[in-house]
């Protein structure tokens, strides 16, 4: 007798969230992926003034606050990603004077977060891959064979048998680029203008320069998490580099890139 197989879907993260789980815990550990998930956004999202992330950028320099365990996982990661890559990952906002104190904004004393510049953090550019991770965190402590959440295409996928996963031409959507076999195993995929950009569509991501990139320009990387493949794929952006050093640092690869 097959294993009972649930399969849902909610508007999270600015994008529309699958969880698909398959075991006799199945429809349980779907729902309590997605809680988990939504908890994971209430505190990062940089779009709602109560969420912890906006109280972090509140804070003036020098502000010791307490932060959620998850939170400090994300901003310590990202804190280091921007140091490591010499700034390629840059997820600061703010004025051009707050920008030109190149320190990341915020430091650790141990799990106190420390307020260090005036500029404030957007963490979306690595927080959506955090929830992900999450959820399959939770997926696991039920009865499930394998698993699979995909949020607006960073997915991991967790179980005993691998899955086939096709992955878009970021500048064609309706175009597969090539297809990945996942084991228990994450991919990220990044668009500068967006998925389903045009050629006429603003660009979001800049280059290591400062340099706005082509709206089609993107990449997608397989990792072990999908925070860092999440947050690699903008490396890979920013510095044009399929080779870059931080992708063999933290164990990721780049499965499609498109300059433009």
Same mark, same amino acid.
């Given at each position: 007798?097959?294993?009972p197989?649930?399969?849902?879907?909610?508007?999270?993260?600015g994008?529309?969230?699958e969880?698909?789980?398959?075991? %006799?815990?199945?429809?349980?550990?779907?729902?309590?992926?997605l809680?988990?998930?939504?908890?994971?956004?209430?505190?990062?999202?940089?779009?709602?003034?109560?969420?912890?992330?906006?109280?972090?950028?509140?804070?003036?320099?020098?502000?010791?606050?307490?932060?959620?365990?998850?939170?400090?996982?994300?901003?310590r990661?990202?804190?280091?990603?921007?140091?490591?890559?010499?700034?390629?990952?840059?997820?600061?906002?703010?004025?051009?004077?707050?920008?030109?104190?190149?320190?990341?904004?915020? @430091?650790?004393?141990?799990?106190?977060?420390?307020?260090?510049?005036c500029?404030?953090?957007d963490?979306?550019?690595?927080?959506?891959?955090?929830?992900?991770?999450c959820?399959?965190?939770?997926?696991?402590?039920?009865a499930?064979?394998?698993a699979?959440?995909?949020?607006?295409?960073?997915?991991?996928?967790?179980?005993?048998?691998?899955? %086939?996963?096709?992955?878009r031409?970021?500048r064609?959507?309706?175009?597969?680029a090539?297809?990945?076999?996942?084991d228990?195993?994450?991919?990220a @995929? %990044?668009?500068?203008?967006g998925?389903?950009?045009?050629?006429? %569509?603003? @660009?979001?991501?800049?280059?290591? @320069?400062?340099?706005?990139?082509?709206?089609l320009?993107?990449?997608?990387?397989?990792?072990?998490s999908?925070?860092?493949?999440?947050?690699?794929?903008?490396?890979?952006?920013?510095t044009?580099?399929?080779?870059?050093p931080?992708?063999?640092?933290?164990?990721?690869?780049?499965?499609?890139?498109?300059?433009?």
């Open positions: 007798m097959d294993a197989v649930c399969r849902r879907a909610r508007p999270l993260l994008t529309l969230v969880v698909r789980a398959e075991g %006799s815990d199945a429809g349980v550990a779907v729902a309590a992926a809680d988990e998930i939504a908890a994971v956004h209430a505190l990062l999202t940089f779009h709602a003034e109560d969420s912890e992330l906006q109280a972090i950028n509140r804070a003036a320099p020098g502000e010791r606050l307490i932060a959620d365990s998850r939170t400090l996982a994300v901003l990661l990202a804190a280091e990603l921007h140091d490591l890559s010499e700034r390629a990952f840059d997820c600061r906002i703010g004025p051009v004077d707050f920008l030109a104190d190149t320190r990341f904004p915020v @430091s650790f004393d141990g799990d106190i977060v420390v307020k260090e510049t500029a404030h953090v963490l979306g550019g690595i927080a959506k891959g955090f929830a992900v991770d959820a399959i965190d939770v997926l696991r402590g039920f499930v064979e394998s699979l959440v995909n949020a607006g295409g960073d997915l991991r996928h967790h179980g005993t048998r691998p899955m %086939s996963v096709q992955v031409d970021p064609n959507a309706a175009r597969v090539v297809s990945v076999l996942l228990n195993a994450a991919l @995929s %990044s668009t500068a203008g998925f389903g950009a045009a050629v006429e %569509s603003a @660009s979001r991501i800049r280059d290591a @320069s400062g340099r706005m990139l082509p709206p320009a993107g990449a997608t990387v397989q990792a072990p999908c925070m860092l493949a999440d947050a690699l794929t903008k490396v890979v952006l920013a044009g580099d399929e080779a870059h931080l992708l063999t640092r933290y164990g990721g690869a780049v499965v499609v890139y498109s300059p433009a």
